[in-house]
């Protein structure tokens, strides 16, 4: 099994700033790709960024300029800097990898329980 765990959350004013963490443990063979998406009230799930194990990223067009992902491999961890935050952006932020378990040869999509971001004055 494969185990994705997400610290950073919180309460935060319009305009500052908060970083996500994700953690992946378990029977990890190797991890493709690791990203963020995120759902607000009442709206789909949405991309934010993902980070391949190359080091490509991709941003959504509401996060570009704002959000940086970053990854340690070493620590199959990856992060979400996000900075100038707006009130839309308020949502339960998931951690998602694409990752190989060592007991199976196929890839596969593992998901955070999610960790709450509210920007609020």
């Known amino acids: 099994q494969v185990q994705l765990v997400e610290s950073g959350g919180g309460l935060v004013q319009p305009g500052g700033s908060l970083r996500l963490s994700c953690a992946a443990s378990?029977?990890?063979?190797?991890?493709?790709?690791m990203g963020w998406y995120r759902q607000a009230p009442g709206k789909q799930r949405e991309l934010v960024a993902t980070?391949?194990?190359?080091?490509?990223?991709n941003y959504a067009d509401s996060a570009k300029g704002r959000f940086t992902i970053s990854r340690d491999s070493a620590k199959n961890t990856v992060y979400l800097q996000m900075n100038s935050l707006i009130l839309e952006d308020t949502a339960v932020y998931y951690c998602?990898?694409?990752?190989?378990?060592?007991?199976?040869?196929?890839?596969?999509?593992?998901w955070g329980q999610g960790t709450q971001v509210t920007v609020s004055s």
């Open positions: 998602y990898s694409l990752a190989r378990r060592t007991d199976r040869a196929y890839l596969s999509q593992y």
């Open positions: 378990g029977s990890i063979l190797s991890i493709n790709t």
């Open positions: 980070i391949t194990a190359g080091g490509t990223t």
